[in-house]
């Protein structure tokens, strides 16, 4: 079966650094994306990692290693802003893509 | 970049009624679009992918006669909610892909609430 797991809620204070782990078994991999979703607005791509390793993108980074099916999104110098859910999806096979149930962020003050 | 539209961005609907909603590709050719939907709080779950000129691929527990999907050109694919019931009220989100990256592109969302 497909199963992603990711924490259901996290909270962060502004300014500090915050770390959003995902782990996935699925049937195929062919990448696994980041996007986060503010509530009632669809998914904004955040990064795409298909190789091991860190790719960094400004305040965002995510991290991926397919041997233990395991990724993380890294947030940096939080904002108020950054409150929203982070989705973590992976694609199977094709364009396919499994979405996670995602992780609400509340970043306070 | 990439610019995905749907229309309505809300729809409420009597029980029993038909509803269409519309996802359009706007600068691009979408080979592949997915629909999915999704209840508050909850993740994105894929209904179906449709490719253009054929029929949609749907995923299971999906039931194909009560979602109707259409990928007519390579710019608009239409779903359908047939013989709405309240249960059908969620948000339904399409997403295109243009073939040629790996990335999904997706539409602003479409709200539907069935009375």
């Known amino acids: 079966g497909q199963n992603i797991d990711q924490p259901t809620e996290m909270t962060a204070t502004e300014g500090a650094i915050v770390q959003i782990n995902c782990t996935y078994q699925?049937?195929?991999?062919?990448?696994l994306f980041w996007y986060q979703q503010h509530a009632g607005e669809a998914p904004t791509f955040l990064s795409y990692n298909v190789l091991d390793g860190l790719e960094e993108k400004g305040r965002f980074s995510s991290f991926l290693s397919r041997s233990k099916g395991y990724s993380y999104l890294l947030l940096k110098e939080l904002q108020m802003k950054d409150s929203a859910s982070y989705l973590c999806a992976v694609r199977t096979g094709g364009f396919k893509t499994i979405f996670g149930a995602g992780t609400r962020l509340f970043v306070k003050a | 970049g990439a610019v995905v539209s749907q229309h309505p961005s809300r729809v409420i609907c009597k029980s029993g009624t038909s509803v269409k909603i519309e996802c359009r590709s706007l600068?691009?050719?979408?080979?592949?679009m997915f629909w999915y939907r999704q209840f508050p709080k909850q993740s994105l779950m894929l209904m179906a992918t449709?490719?253009?000129?054929?029929?949609?691929?749907?995923e299971q527990g999906v039931e194909k006669d009560k979602f109707l999907i259409n990928h007519a050109s390579l710019t608009l694919s239409t779903l359908t909610v047939t013989s709405a019931h309240p249960e059908d009220s969620s948000f339904y989100i399409c997403?295109?892909?243009?073939?040629?990256?790996?990335?999904?592109?997706f539409g602003p969302g479409t709200r539907l609430t069935v009375t």
């Open positions: 449709s490719n253009e000129g054929s029929k949609a691929t749907y």
């Open positions: 699925t049937s195929g991999f062919n990448g």
């Open positions: 997403s295109a892909t243009t073939g040629q990256s790996d990335e999904q592109y």
């Open positions: 600068d691009f050719q979408a080979t592949t």
